[in-house]
């Protein structure tokens, strides 16, 4: 099925090695699902309403620690109108945006994300940061008006804690150009650790879904069960769904 094919059937597209497949049945987030992020979930709706409103919008970062739904709040923008599709493409898989930004132009009836997840660790060194540059700003490639890109990293400046200079030929060029491809990006989006109380929130609300009582003796087990983990969203969703698996209370 061709590219423009798939847009008009399909909510969501994946580019996997190269050939963009049809999404049948997308995994989207109810908004009100997303708790401890408030002022993120915030931010991002009122940029992709504006991408929506035809009104001007930024490309988007969304940096920060593992687990705190950064990729799931993208695709929960989904909810907020049926003219909005989502392309997921691998970091590897970029060039492709040069193909989709010209079938763009064609497709003025529908508004698109692209989602670009963990920018963290780029295996091919320069070539995503050179493609992503290009097409977020200064290409001969004019951007189509109905395209925002969407990216996630676990690192702000996309480098590691420790940037390794064994490990590059030209360690410093190779700093400069992570720091200019994250400057291209108007909006970046921080996201941290949760509290104990946004973690307990999301346990309360993933519990609600399940139909799970939260008393006293599931709160300290959901606390003990993040000490070992860490307190976020996915630590949440993960111990709510060991704690029904079981169908008795967790050790």
């Known amino acids: 099925m061709e590219l423009l094919e798939l847009f008009k059937n399909h909510r969501a597209v994946a580019v996997l090695n190269g050939k963009p497949i ?7 987030p109810p908004l009100e699902d997303f708790v401890g992020v408030e002022r993120q979930k915030e931010l991002l709706v009122k940029n992709t309403l504006a991408l929506l409103e035809e009104r001007p919008f930024n490309d988007v970062l969304l940096w920060g620690k593992r687990g705190t739904g950064k990729s799931s709040l993208v695709r ?43 920018l963290s660790v780029l295996t091919e060194e320069g070539k995503t940061i050179r493609i992503l540059k290009t097409l977020l700003e200064g290409s001969v490639f004019e951007r189509p008006p109905n395209v925002a ?11 590691p804690e420790t940037f390794l200079e064994r490990d590059y030929k030209f360690p410093r060029e190779e700093l400069e150009e992570r720091l200019s491809l994250v400057d291209r990006f108007g909006l970046k989006i921080g996201f941290t650790n949760f509290s104990p109380d946004d973690y307990l929130l999301a346990v309360k609300l993933y519990c609600k ?39 008795i209370n967790p050790p």
């Open 209 to 247: 879904k399940l139909g799970i009582n939260f008393d006293e003796k599931v709160r300290e087990k959901a606390l003990a069960y993040a000490r070992e983990k860490d307190f976020s969203g996915r630590s949440a969703y993960q111990f709510v769904r060991f704690y029904a698996s079981l169908q």
């Open 149 to 159: 890109i969407y990216a996630t990293s676990n690192r702000r400046n996309l480098t």
């Open 76 to 118: 929960a923008m989904l909810n907020l109108s049926p003219k909005l599709k989502l392309l997921q493409v691998d970091k590897e898989e970029v060039g492709f945006l040069i193909e989709f930004f010209n079938l763009a132009w064609e497709l003025t009836e529908f508004k698109f994300i692209v989602l670009v997840d963990d």
């Open 22 to 28: 049809g999404v049948k049945r997308v995994n989207i």
